[in-house]
């Protein structure tokens, strides 16, 4: 799908679908969630293992794993709940206050 | 009047409307003293003489998410419920209006526990009134059938689409025999066509029903909804003035009778509108003039027609079924308050309370409140608080 999505637009009342039906699918795609976030894990790929913990752990999710099983973090949708942080046995995942 | 003369209960005509409406899916629990509806439709269905899928769950919180999902899937539903079963219905009341689902549900009411009661109180559909269901007072058991009918065509009317509640009084109509005329099975197919479904859920496109909606949405939609439910005021005048036309028999949203000119009214709802018109037209021969005003549409508040209704009071009794605890009156008094604060020359009004748990409203108890309603107008000086009728203590 290309272009804005027809829900997330903000609508009035007026042009709302009936029922509060959402009738496109995938529309999570468009609806980033990474705003919620208060705290931000930010990964040093220097001390990463490639253990794959906390990719298994995040609850989104949003620990991108590569083809040779490195990591990096989708902000878009990291909600910032720091389980990565906590089950990352060599501590390379670090929450800071987000900015 | 169209159709043939038969004798039935209010149950057992509301399932055999429900039948005629050639309905998909029955979601039901029995509850008196709606049980009969759902009995006959289960019969219905068991010998073949209606090709619906009878659901049978295990209380009414389930009866309604059944019908909801089923109504989203395009299906024809009803349901029916009463009091205590209605109030376990009370989370989905809202989905199922939110959701925009076309489901008709009768409501045989009754009392609120406790102490447990299976007689007639109103408390159980005021209870549904902010919830955006359609809702309609049946005076007898012709208008049960009638209106049973009426809600299916209304509910699912494209530029409608809310579900409807029809209310019967529990015992006094659920359980008496009246005679009534019923339509031909081809008349009822021609006014009532089959359901043709708006979104509905299909695994070919899918869609999200009932998603997350925080403060960026909730209030659009809220909005929406109101003005949706205010946008289907003409659609259900014009179905039943349609019905009425089919049927020779007339439907307004208020029905007035010997208003014009009054300068005393009494305002009820369901089936003592017909004890009120006798006492009416009783005093009417000894040169009195009452108006009784009754509803047929309950949500959305037919507000305009009543104010016409009204305009000639200088008293009007409002009577309810139900007890408001705590606020200035019960919920149809408050309901004609508001009403009536946007009118320029306002009657005095005054709130009576009635007929709780089935308690029976006689002719006397409604010439008390004419006496009341007449020493008000002389006074110019209405009750603070609710009055009781039939109460015993320090009755009217
Ligand atoms: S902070 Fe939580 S949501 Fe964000 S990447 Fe880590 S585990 Fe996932
Ligand atoms: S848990 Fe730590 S070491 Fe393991 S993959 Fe994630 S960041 Fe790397």
Known sequence: MSGESVVLKLKTWRDLPIGGIIPEPKTSLHNKTGNWRAMKPILDNGKCIKCLLCWIHCPEPAILRGDDDSVRIDYDYCKGCGICANVCPVHAIEMKLEV | MRGKLVGMNGDRAVAYAVKQ????VISAYPITPQTIIVETLAEYVNNGELDAAFIP????????????????????????TSSQG????????????????????????????????????????????????????A?????????????????????????????????????????????????????????????????GKPMTYGALDLFDWYMEHRRQQYASL??????????FEEYSNLTGRKYSPVKS???????VAVMILGSSAGTARYVARKLAEKGKKIGVIS??????????????????????????????????????????????????????????????????????????????????????????????????????
């Open chain 2, 21 to 24: 409406a050639d309905v998909d």
């Open chain 2, 57 to 80: 769950v295990e209380s009414e919180h389930s009866a309604l998410s059944a019908a909801v999902g089923a109504s989203l899937s395009g299906a024809r539903v009803f349901t029916a």
């Open chain 2, 86 to 137: 209605l109030a376990l219905m009370y989370e989905i009341l809202w989905i199922a209006a939110g959701l925009r689902t076309t489901i008709v549900m009768a409501i045989g009411n009754r009392a609120l526990s406790p102490n447990i009661n299976i007689h007639c109180s109103h408390d159980d559909a005021y209870a549904a009134r902010d919830t955006g269901w359609l809702q309609f007072f």
């Open chain 2, 139 to 203: 005076e007898n058991v012709q208008e049960a059938y009638d209106l049973t009918l009426m809600a299916f065509r209304i509910s699912e009317d494209h530029r409608v689409l809310f579900p409807s509640i029809v209310n019967l009084d529990g015992f006094i109509l659920t359980h008496a025999l009246e005679g009534l005329y019923v339509l031909e099975d081809s008349d009822v197919k021609a006014f009532l066509p089959k359901k043709e479904p708006v979104n509905p859920v299909d695994p």
């Open chain 2, 230 to 239: 205010e946008s289907a005021r003409p659609i259900i005048k014009e179905v």
């Open chain 2, 257 to 263: 009778f010997n208003t014009e000119g009054a300068e």
């Open chain 2, 295 to 396: 509803l047929t549409q309950y949500r959305p508040f037919p507000a305009k027609e009543l104010r016409e209704a009204i305009k000639d009071a200088s008293v009007v009794a409002v009577m309810d079924r139900s007890v408001s605890f705590g606020s200035p009156g019960a919920q149809l008094f408050m309901d004609v308050s508001a009403t009536l604060i946007r009118s320029k020359v306002r009657p005095l009004l005054f709130n009576v309370i009635y007929g709780l748990g089935g308690r029976d409203l006689t002719p006397a108890h409604i010439e008390k409140v004419v006496d009341l309603a007449e020493s008000v107008m002389r006074r110019g000086e209405a009750p603070e608080e609710p009055v009781w009728v039939g109460v015993r203590g320090d009755e009217l």
